[in-house]
C-alpha cells in the first residue's frame, strides 16, 4: 500500500522560508516520478513542481526561481524548499507519487503552509 506523509509546513512571514518533506512507503521510490501540489480555499488544486525518477524538474510559472523540488532516493523522501514566499502560497501542500503519467498514492493529509503579510 502506497503511503506518503507531508510535513514541514508551518506560519512564516513574507518572504521567509520553509522545507517540506514527503516520505514514502510502499512504492519502489526511485521508480516513481513525484510531486507537489497545493490547494488553497476556494481554488483548484495545482502542480507546483514535479521531479522525474531521473531528476528532471519543472514547476508551475508562478514559484519558479522560489521554490526548489529535490529527492533523497536513500531515503524515500522528495522535498520543497520554498523560498521568498508570499502570501499567495497559502495552502495545504500535498505529494504524490506518479508512474506512467498516472498517480497511485491516495491524497494524504497534507501539511499546512500559511504566509503572512
Known amino acids: 500500500q502506497v503511503q506518503l506523509v507531508e510535513s514541514g509546513g508551518g506560519l512564516v512571514q513574507a518572504g521567509g522560508s520553509l522545507r517540506l518533506s514527503c516520505a514514502a512507503s510502499?512504492?519502489?521510490?526511485?521508480?516513481?516520478?513525484m510531486g507537489w501540489y497545493r490547494q488553497a480555499p476556494g481554488k483548484q488544486s495545482e502542480l507546483v513542481a514535479r521531479i522525474t525518477s531521473g531528476g528532471s524538474t519543472n514547476y508551475v510559472d508562478s514559484v519558479k526561481g522560489r521554490f526548489t523540488i529535490s529527492r533523497d532516493n536513500t531515503k524515500n523522501t522528495v522535498y520543497l524548499q520554498m523560498n521568498s514566499l508570499k502570501p499567495e502560497d497559502t495552502a495545504a501542500y500535498y505529494c504524490?507519487?506518479?508512474?506512467?503519467?498516472?498517480?497511485?498514492?491516495?491524497w494524504g493529509q497534507g501539511t499546512q503552509v500559511t504566509v503572512s503579510s
Open positions: 504524490s507519487a506518479e508512474r506512467g503519467g498516472r498517480r497511485v498514492n491516495d
Open positions: 510502499g512504492i519502489i521510490f526511485r521508480a516513481y516520478a
